[in-house]
Nanobody
Framework: QVRLVESGGGLVQPGGSLTLSCVAS????????GAWHRQAPGKERELVAF???????HYPNSVKGRFSISADDAGKTLRLRMNNLQPEDTAVYFC?????WGQGTQVTVSS
């Protein structure tokens, strides 16, 4: 089982931006595909960004145009760039790759 580690969460004001990063514990693992999910208190976990093996992306309407998923050239880091954050984006964000999940990183949007 691959261990995924997220970073980059924190407290940001409405309208602000954050970039989350995810790396794998094993050097042999690369992000040829991956996804970011989030879970707000009392809600189910939901997909917010998906990167396919052919480098296509998918976003739900709730974040489309504000969030962007990418992997670095070496495929070792999966990122989620989040712009124009709103209070409803407050959640724990999880990195996902081929059946493995990270432990999550908290994003709080508040003034």
């Amino acid at each position: 089982q691959v261990r995924l580690v997220e970073s980059g969460g924190g407290l940001v004001q409405p309208g602000g931006s954050l970039t989350l990063s995810c790396v794998a514990s094993e050097n042999a693992v690369s992000f040829d595909s991956g996804a970011w999910h989030r879970q707000a208190p009392g809600k189910e976990r939901e997909l917010v960004a998906f990167l396919s093996q052919i480098n296509s992306t998918h976003y739900p309407n709730s974040v489309k145009g504000r969030f962007s998923i990418s992997a670095d050239d070496a495929g070792k880091t999966l990122r989620l760039r989040m712009n124009n954050l709103q209070p409803e984006d407050t959640a724990v964000y999880f990195c996902y790759r081929q059946g493995d999940w990270g432990q999550g990183t908290q994003v709080t949007v508040s003034s």
